[in-house]
C-alpha cells in the first residue's frame, strides 16, 4: 500500500490515533479497568506497537527518500566546498607566484625606465651639441661675412684716402710749368685723336 499524498497520509495517522484511543475508550465504558488487568495494558501497547509500525511503514519511502536526497545534497555541497577549495588554493598559488615574479617585473621596469631616461639624455645632448654647432657656423659664416665687407669698405676708404693723399700731394707738389706741360700733353692727346 503505497502513499503518495498528503491526505491519504493524514487519514491514515488519524485512524491510527483513532484505534489508540477507541479500545481504552470501550473497555473504560465497559468499567473493565479492573477486569482486564495487565491485558489491558497489553493492547494497548499491541495498538502502539502497530501504530509505530504502520507509520514506519507507510513513512519509510518518503523518509528514504528525504534521507537520501539530503545525502546527495550534502555530498554536492561537500563536492562544491572542495571545488572552491582547490580553486581558492590554485588562486592563492597564482597570486603567491605573481607576486614573486611582481619584484622582478618592477626592478626589469626600473632598469628599462632607467635605460631610456639614459638613452633620450644622450640624444637630447647630441641634439644640442648639432643645435650648438648649426650656431657656432652660422656665426662663423657671419662674421667671414661681415668682416669681408668691413675689409672692402676699409679697402674703399683706405683707396679714397689715397687718392685724397695723392690729389693734395700732387697739388703740393705740382707747379705751374708742370701744370701747363700736362694740360699741353693733354691737348696734344686730344688733338690726335680728332
Known sequence: MKFRTRPALTTLLAAAVASLALPGAAWA????????????EAGRLLNLLLVVA???????????????????AIRDQLAEAQKARLDAERRVAEINAHMSSLEDELAEIKATAERDAREEYQRLLAD???????????????????TR?????????TAALSVELAKEKIRNELTDDDRKRLFSRFVAKLGGRQ
Open 128 to 146: 644640442a651639441e648639432r643645435d650648438a654647432q648649426k650656431i657656432v657656423e652660422r656665426a662663423r659664416r657671419e662674421i667671414d661675412g661681415l
Open 29 to 40: 465504558a465497559e468499567g473493565a479497568g479492573g477486569k482486564w488487568g495487565i491485558w489491558l
Open 149 to 157: 665687407a668691413a675689409q672692402l669698405e676699409l679697402k674703399e676708404h
Open 54 to 72: 504502520l507509520l514506519v511503514w507507510v513513512a519509510r519511502k518518503p523518509l528514504a527518500n528525504f534521507f537520501a536526497s539530503r545525502s546527495q
